[in-house]
């Protein structure tokens, strides 16, 4: 699977964005995404991820009703919107395709990783 992450950006603090994850090369419907974030300095961490048929979702604690994941599998995409962002939420975020719901929240769950978008909120 090859999966394309777009739309990070520059926001002030309180702003939305909207991440899109495109996938290729195996079939997308089977595949948990995930999404993980690396701030400077800081290890990875997951975000949110969203289960295969799409009926089953999970969010890191600090998401805190801010952020949804969703997908379209008719598109090969995923989707990260991001709500009322803070400075804290400044990171590359990168998503990622994998199979393991034992380990939905944790990168060894997952096969395949995107090349990160960059995102940046201004106080």
């Known amino acids: 699977v090859q999966l394309q992450a777009s739309g990070g950006g520059l926001v002030q603090a309180g702003g939305s964005l909207r991440l899109s994850c495109v996938a290729s090369g195996r079939t997308f419907s089977n595949y948990i995404m995930g999404w993980f974030r690396q701030a400077p300095g800081k290890e990875h961490e997951f975000v949110a991820a969203?289960?295969?048929?799409?009926?089953?979702?999970y969010y890191a604690a600090f998401v805190k009703g801010r952020f949804t994941v969703s997908r379209d599998n008719a598109k090969n995409t995923v989707y990260l919107q991001m709500n009322n962002l803070n400075p804290e939420d400044t990171a590359v975020y990168y998503c990622?395709?994998?199979?393991?719901?034992?380990?939905?929240?944790?990168?060894?769950?997952?096969?395949?990783w995107g090349q990160g978008t960059l995102v940046t909120v201004s106080s």
């Open positions: 969203i289960g295969s048929s799409a009926g089953r979702t």
């Open positions: 990622a395709a994998g199979l393991y719901y034992g380990l939905v929240t944790n990168r060894a769950g997952y096969d395949y």
